[in-house]
């Protein structure tokens, strides 16, 4: 009598089982676009077109960028800040140079500070999440294209907010 007991256990741990591996391939993928879709963690949304209108309000954007030490680039932004009325299209550019004697292939990642404007920020085009290949001595320049969504106006928790920072991080993406 244990046995078919035993038996619709085994099933059940072993459906348990699987349903936690297929979780676990799929969170990385849901989280990023969980990321991308609302905004969490300063993920700034990403859009192929430009805003339909522009409202009155001036925000300042500021610029950031950093390599991991394993990567022999240097990277910065070609502004420091840029000062735009929400919905208007900026456009910005970051440098990168490979100071080594041999190709690196990097990746950059990116977020804006403070978090919570993240789901306002909207990517146009950019170089995130691509890989870039620069032989030794290449000087790129490389362009970003956004603008910050005027519902962030309507939203109580960012009447303080002025400056909002786009920050990327460049990393090896694989060895020459």
């Known amino acids: 009598m244990k046995r078919p007991q035993n038996r619709h256990l085994a099933l059940i741990v072993v459906a348990l089982l699987i349903t936690m591996l297929a979780f676990s391939f799929a969170a990385v993928p849901l ?31 500021r610029f950031n960028a950093n390599v991991h030490r394993d990567l022999p680039w240097t990277f910065h932004p070609l502004q420091s800040d840029l000062s735009l009325n929400v919905g208007a299209t900026g456009l910005a550019f970051y440098q990168v140079t490979n100071k080594s004697d041999i190709s690196f292939v990097g990746i950059a990642t990116y977020n804006v500070t403070p978090e919570k404007a ?59």
């Open 31 to 61: 989280y990023r676009i969980f990321c991308q879709k609302t905004g969490y963690g300063g993920t700034p949304q990403l859009t192929y077109h430009g805003c339909d209108r522009v409202g009155d309000r001036v925000m300042t954007v």
């Open 118 to 176: 993240g789901k306002y920020f909207n990517k146009i085009d950019c170089f995130c999440f691509e890989e870039q290949t620069l032989p030794s001595g290449q000087v790129v320049d490389m362009p970003v294209q956004f603008f910050i969504d005027p519902e962030i106006m309507n939203d109580p928790h960012l009447k303080d907010v002025d400056t909002i920072t786009l920050s990327y991080t460049f990393f090896p993406a694989k060895h020459p």
